[in-house]
């Protein structure tokens, strides 16, 4: 068949991706999430990492003192809301106007300095990767600004704190990023009604990335880190820290692989062993 030579303004033949990798870690609690943050690239440019999460400068802190590129991590120097003014939205009522009013703008107002936040280090040069500790947090604070401090919300109520969410992973989109989550257990329907009729679940064991819900659709690719609670005899690592894949786009086939086979595990899960064991170019 014979090719076409005509150009269109604001098309291009190069149909090569302009963003960068986006990998979504989740898990139990000393899983080694913050500490995965810190590989992602940036010996020729800084790390720059969005610590809501308040043990996260701790563990920053603990990998920089082995690592001779841990000069190159940057982290917001004040959280973006203080514990005093937490508690103070602790005690207010969402069902009295005035309370839920001031819920609402507060958080509000901290998902817009975190997304500013976030907007600079994106627009840096300077700046080769971005690290969110945690997207969990980020997504409460979003249904929180929306909806007050509400636990049972809806999934049809979701849409606008759903794009809130999307559009702050595509902000990222041109810097390699790694969000950390939460870990929740997925609960499945027993076939069963309660005696008001409400159907009855029972929990399944499997884990997911806490708060937003389709994540695998936006990601490079989302993995859970586990950890055993005991170290082996051994003293292995390896052993100790595994990492399993959920989704991972362009490999299908990998998902629900546990990486050991592929040297991922222990000390090697790395951002770059872990795109390698994936087939993405970085």
């Not at 990798?21 to 500490?35: D, I, S």
């Not at 703008?105 to 300095?113: A, L």
Request: charged content about 30%; hydrophobic content about 35%.
């Amino acid at each position: 068949m014979k090719e076409t030579v005509t150009v269109i303004p604001g098309f291009t033949r190069d149909t090569k991706p302009d963003d960068r990798p986006a990998v979504c870690v989740f898990g139990e609690e000393n899983t080694g999430k913050t500490r995965f943050i810190c590989t992602a690239p940036h010996e020729e440019g800084l790390l720059g990492v969005l610590a809501l999460d308040k043990n996260c400068k701790r563990s920053i802190e603990e990998w920089k003192r082995g690592d001779s590129h841990g000069r190159n991590i940057i982290v917001n120097d004040k959280p973006f809301m203080t514990d005093k003014d937490a508690l103070k939205l602790a005690v207010k009522d969402c069902k009295v106007a005035e309370d839920l009013k001031l819920i609402l703008k507060t958080y509000g107002d901290m998902y817009q300095r975190i997304l500013e936040a976030a907007v600079r280090l994106a627009d840096d040069p300077n700046v080769e990767s971005i690290g969110l500790d945690n997207g969990s947090l980020l997504f409460d604070m979003i249904l929180f600004s929306h909806f007050g401090r509400r636990n049972q919300i809806e999934s049809f109520q979701r849409g606008a704190p759903n794009q809130d969410m999307i559009d702050f992973i595509n902000a990222m989109r041109f810097k390699n990023f790694v969000l950390v989550c939460r870990a929740s257990e997925i609960w499945k329907d027993t076939g069963e009604t309660d005696s008001q009729g409400r159907k009855k679940q029972s929990p399944t064991g499997v884990l997911k990335p806490d708060g937003f819900g389709k994540l695998g659709y936006f990601m490079t690719a989302v993995c859970e880190l586990t950890a055993r609670r005991k170290m082996p005899k051994d003293g292995r690592l390896d052993e100790k820290y595994r990492v399993v894949v959920k989704t991972a786009k362009g490999n299908t086939l990998l998902e629900g692989w546990d990486l050991h086979e592929y040297g991922v595990s222990g000390e090697n899960i790395t951002w770059e062993n872990l795109l390698t064991a994936l087939g993405i170019s970085a």
